[in-house]
C-alpha cells in the first residue's frame, strides 16, 4: 500500500543521512611536531636517511666562537631542518640577531669546485634566530628558496630581521661535512 511505502521510503532517506554523517566525519590531522630536544632531534634525523647531520665547528676571523657545540641538519628531500646549538652567545633581538646561511651546490658557478666565500657565490636564507639565556636550543630551519644539494651552513650576526646577503663579517659558527667523508 501508498502508506507503507510511504513511511518506507522515509526511514531509506533517514537512513541514509545517518550513514552520511557517520561516514562524514572530519577526519583530524595530527601534524608531526618539530623535535624540541636533543633527543627529539636525534630520532628526527634517524626517521630522514636523506638528511644531511654535520657538527658546529669554530666560524671565520675575530668573530668565531671556539665553545659552541651541536648540530645542524637538513633533508633536501622535505625541505626540512633544524639546528642544535648549545653555547652560543646570548643576543637581544633589538640591537642583532642571528641568521643562517645556506651553501647549495646548484647554486655554484663550479659546482665540482665550490668556492663559498667568494663574491659570486649567493648562500640561501636559512631564517634568523635569537639565542637567550637557556644556553640550549633546538631552532627549525626556513629556506628561503629550495635547497637540493646543501654543502655547507653558516651563521652570522645581522641586524634585526637579518639581512638580505650577509658581508660575513661575524661567523660565529660553521658546518660543513667532516673532512673525511
Known sequence: STGTLGWLGWVVAAAAIAMAVVVYRPVETVLPTAPSSESELVAWIDDRPSAVSWDWSPGLGDGKVEDVTGLVTFDPASQEGYML??????????????QLWIWDKDREP???NPSPL????HPVDGGVFDVDDAGQ???PIKASLVVDQPYLFA???ERPGGVAKSAKEQVPIIAAPPSDA
Open 118 to 121: 667568494a663574491d659570486n657565490v
Open 137 to 139: 636550543a633546538v631552532i
Open 155 to 157: 651563521v652570522t650576526v
Open 110 to 112: 663550479d659546482p665540482e
Open 85 to 98: 646549538i648549545k653555547g652560543l652567545e646570548p643576543n637581544d633581538p633589538r640591537f642583532q640577531q642571528y
